[in-house]
């Protein structure tokens, strides 16, 4: 079945960076985008952007231009999500997500990774 | 950017039908997912592209989206149907995918 399984928790200094992988089973890898989305303590959930592990081309949101990068290894069917220069603002869970697209173009995450805890503290 | 508003929280007593609102500009015009998402765990796709539902959700989930709301209805709420749920769209002038705040259900 459809599993996608993520690095353990990771404590950082500000100022540091962060490197999540989201290993993925059961389905054709370079078949569907990966997004990455977090979550901060209390708060909601935040689109932080997309790989397409086919071509491994990516598109980030705004608010992450220049300090995430998404890569992926499709050898061993895994995504990354790297983000540098952290502050305390960084600390979340940081979700994977597949995302299958209809015909019509409509996209979705139906399957999602458990999250990743970055915690963010000096 | 654009902006989905939801309300903060609803409650409502078992085996009564329960309402989320997701509000947008023109929203109707956008394809419109809902996940739901229990304390401590992973969001849960439960209706996407405004009415579908994945296997596995029961058909006491639902969605519509016209005009500017889109709803999630579930009727017959279940004490297990406690949970946060979003919306999210993608925003084309933007190219972004947008949640938004959240809904906690109360089942009372």
């Known amino acids: 079945q459809v599993r996608l399984v993520q690095s353990g928790a990771e404590v950082k200094k500000p100022g540091a960076s962060v490197k999540i992988s989201c290993e993925t089973f059961?389905?054709?890898?370079?078949?569907?985008?990966i997004h990455w989305v977090r979550q901060a303590p209390g708060r909601g959930l935040e689109w932080m952007g997309e790989i397409n592990p086919n071509s491994g081309d990516t598109k980030y949101a705004q608010k992450f231009q220049g300090r995430v990068t998404m890569t992926r290894d499709t050898s061993i069917t895994t995504a990354y999500m790297e983000l540098i220069s952290l502050t305390s603002g960084d600390t979340a869970v940081y979700y994977c997500a597949r995302v299958p697209c209809k015909t019509n173009g409509v996209c979705y995450s139906d399957y999602w990774g458990p999250g990743t805890l970055v915690t963010v503290s000096s | 950017s654009y902006v989905l508003t939801q309300p903060p929280s609803v409650s409502v007593a078992p085996g009564q039908r329960a309402r989320i609102t997701c509000g947008g500009n023109n929203i109707g015009s956008k394809s419109v997912h809902w996940y739901h998402q229990k304390t401590g765990q992973a969001p849960v796709l439960v209706v996407y592209d405004d009415s579908d539902r994945p296997s596995g959700i029961p058909e006491r989930f639902s969605g519509s989206n016209s005009g500017n709301t889109a709803t999630l209805t579930i009727n017959r709420v279940e004490v297990g149907d406690e949970a946060d749920y979003y919306c999210?769209?993608?925003?084309?002038?933007?190219?972004?995918?947008?949640f938004g705040g959240g809904t906690k259900l109360t089942v009372l």
């Open positions: 999210q769209v993608w925003d084309a002038s933007s190219d972004d995918w947008v």
């Open positions: 059961g389905y054709t890898f370079t078949g569907f985008f």
